[in-house]
């Protein structure tokens, strides 16, 4: 059972920045894809980022395209999610996701998910 754990959740004003960073518990990190979910409240979970086992390929919704970064340090064993010019409807529940076979994309996500982590983004 892989086990992720978020951090770096946290209330910034519209405009400010964050940084979400997860590590799995256990296993090769490499041999994970990685990505990233978010929940609103009374939405559906919905896609943010994935990028590829080596980092080589990233993808992101047009929501967030331009503003956050997905990164991965296989070294480290760790992706990270770089919030900038958050806006009010970036607050949300965030959700690390990782699976083996393929790099979680809107309407398929990963096998493995984290516990989640709060983003509220002040007006």
């Known amino acids: 059972q892989v086990q992720l754990v978020e951090s770096g959740g946290g209330v910034v004003q519209v405009g400010g920045s964050l940084r979400l960073s997860c590590a799995p518990s256990?296993?090769?990190?490499?041999?994970?894809?990685m990505g990233w979910f978010r929940q609103a409240p009374g939405k559906e979970r919905e896609f943010v980022a994935g990028?590829?086992?080596?980092?080589?390929?990233?993808f992101y919704s047009d929501s967030v395209k331009g503003r956050f970064t997905i990164s991965r340090d296989n070294t480290r064993k760790k992706v990270d999610l770089q919030m900038n010019s958050l806006k009010t409807e970036d607050t949300a529940v965030y959700y690390c996701?990782?699976?083996?076979?393929?790099?979680?994309?809107?309407?398929?996500?990963?096998?493995?998910w984290g516990q989640g982590t709060q983003v509220t983004v002040s007006s």
């Open positions: 256990t296993g090769n990190f490499s041999r994970y894809a």
């Open positions: 996701n990782a699976d083996f076979s393929h790099v979680p994309v809107r309407d398929w996500p990963g096998d493995y």
């Open positions: 990028i590829h086992w080596g980092g080589v390929s990233t």
